[in-house]
Structures are given as C-alpha cells and as structure tokens.
C-alpha cells in the first residue's frame, strides 16, 4: 500500500483546486490533471467544473473529494 506523498507531485494534501473533469476511469471516477499529473475524482463525470480536495498523494495519482463548495 502506498502511504509516502511524492515529492514531485504538483499537488499535495489538503489542497483545494479548480479543475475539469476529462474523462472516466475503469472503476467510474472522474479524472482531472494538473500539469499532467492524474487526480481520481468520485461521484463526477465527463465536462463537470468543480472544486476538488486531494485527500491522498500517491507516486502516480491523486484521490480527491468534492470539496462541498460546489453547486
């Protein structure tokens, strides 16, 4: 299991961004990029403009949450 945040990444816990939802991934969730780097978000689809929270920094990828401030 991967626990260790990348030094990296040009994202990090706790952080909150504006971004656009580009696609969907095998297992439903929404995938956003920041520089390129992918961030997994839950409960959106394709075209969504949200606020997202990252909750988790991986060597690869991002899991972020909605970060409730959207409509």
Excluded: C, W, Y
Excluded at 7 to 36: C, F, L, M, W, Y
Excluded at 50 to 63: D, G, N, S, T
């Amino acid at each position: 299991m991967f626990t260790e945040e990348d030094k990296n990444a040009p994202v990090s816990a706790g952080g909150v961004h504006d971004v656009t939802i580009e696609g969907i991934a095998k297992k439903g969730d929404g995938i956003a990029r920041i520089e390129g780097f992918v961030i997994f978000v839950p409960g959106t689809k394709v075209g969504d403009q949200v606020k997202i929270k990252i909750e988790r920094v991986m060597r690869k990828f991002a899991i972020a949450t909605l970060d409730g401030t959207n409509q």
